[in-house]
């Protein structure tokens, strides 16, 4: 049997390079060998984007051309066409506490960074536990997901964990984080995480001319100010970037090393990184451009249908553990 693989984005935009060097070329790598399903959560973005209903709306078709764009072929499908995920929300609701729900760093960090104040919204405050429940229900074994997502998956196997001791084994599974092996990529602006947010990130979408204009902006090295002084390559973002998108790696380490030594010059290093990145994204552009919206539309329902069935067994399954079946259908 084929390794379970669940993983999804928020579609709250187009997908960048921040979520390729995360999660995306994982999911590329075990497509393959893998029972992959990918999930747009609408529901999750709607917990901190609720005020903006279309702008989640016109993105859950971006991002589902992003992944058919980068060679994505497993089963996309829309959170929200899945109801059995809203059932067994509710159903763990119960074995989360408030106050482990306030330890969540991730959730600890975005509360902070969307200063909602006191008025926190009780579905953004839970998404945590939705998130156990996309997880969960597709028995997903491996989770291919960026390094802030590591609460969730702790949270998910505690969840899954208190489930089994009061309700039985049987039906749910724990799962495991899949990290990147390139790490968090930094945002153009040197910032610790590429996002679309904070305004620094480089588009899987994004044209040749906004490419070339992001590289520009890029923060190297402040003390490297004439090209024969030695240039610092640790904290660089331009050599951060070539890490992930430089094929060459043994080129790449010698000209980290000139570039220490000095005599390298920024202007042609960033040449270099935005020749890599025009070759890297020209043909996803190309790509996307082609796709047509009714078919892409048409690709993520018939994968919500598959993705629906396989949820409402587990739903199954979990009532039955929690003395819920009463015979009807699920
Ligand atoms: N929280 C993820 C993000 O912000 C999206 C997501 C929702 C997810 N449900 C998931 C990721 C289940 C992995 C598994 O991008």
Do not use: W
């Not at 996309?134 to 489930?163: C, H, S, W, Y």
């Not at 490297?224 to 904290?235: A, K, L």
């Not at 050599?239 to 090393?257: G, T």
Request: charged fraction near 25%; glycine fraction near 8%.
């Amino acid at each position: 049997m084929k390794k379970r693989v669940l993983t999804g984005d928020r579609p709250t935009g187009k997908l960048h390079l921040g979520h390729y060097a995360g999660s995306l070329q994982n999911r590329l790598k075990v497509q393959a060998t893998c029972e992959q399903f990918i999930m747009i959560a609408d529901l999750q973005a709607l917990t901190d984007h609720f005020e903006q209903p279309a702008l989640v709306r016109d993105s859950v078709l971006e991002v589902a051309k992003d992944y058919i764009a980068i060679g994505l072929e497993s089963t996309v499908f829309l959170q929200s066409q899945i109801p059995a995920l809203s059932e067994l929300t509710m159903f763990y609701m119960n074995l989360v506490t408030m106050g482990r729900l306030e330890r969540n760093p991730t959730v600890k960090a975005e509360l902070k960074q969307k200063a909602f104040g006191d008025s926190v919204p009780a579905g953004f405050f839970c998404y945590p536990v939705s998130q156990a429940a996309d997880i969960t229900a597709f028995q997903a074994e491996l989770v291919p997901v960026g390094e802030d997502q590591l609460p969730m998956i702790e949270q998910t196997n505690e969840i899954v964990r208190k489930f089994q001791r009061l309700y039985g084994v049987g039906a749910l599974k724990e799962c495991s984080a899949m990290l990147s092996e390139t790490g968090r990529l930094v945002g153009i602006d040197g910032k610790a995480k590429a996002s679309k947010s904070l305004g620094n990130a480089i588009f899987l979408a994004d044209s040749a001319k906004e490419i070339k204009q992001k590289v520009q902006r890029m923060y190297t090295d402040p003390g490297h100010v004439h090209v024969e002084d030695p240039g610092c390559v640790e904290g660089n973002v331009v050599f951060a970037y070539l890490d992930v998108f430089f094929a060459d790696k043994v080129e790449l380490a010698s000209m980290k090393e000139r570039y220490r030594r000095g005599g390298f010059s920024d202007g042609v290093l960033k040449a270099l990184l935005t020749e890599t990145l025009q070759h890297f994204l020209g043909p996803i552009r190309e790509k996307r451009e082609s796709l047509v919206d009714r078919d892409v539309l048409e690709r993520v329902l018939t994968g919500s249908m598959v993705a629906r069935k396989v949820a409402d067994a587990t739903l199954l399954a979990v009532k039955e553990a929690m003395c819920l079946n009463y015979g009807s259908s699920v």
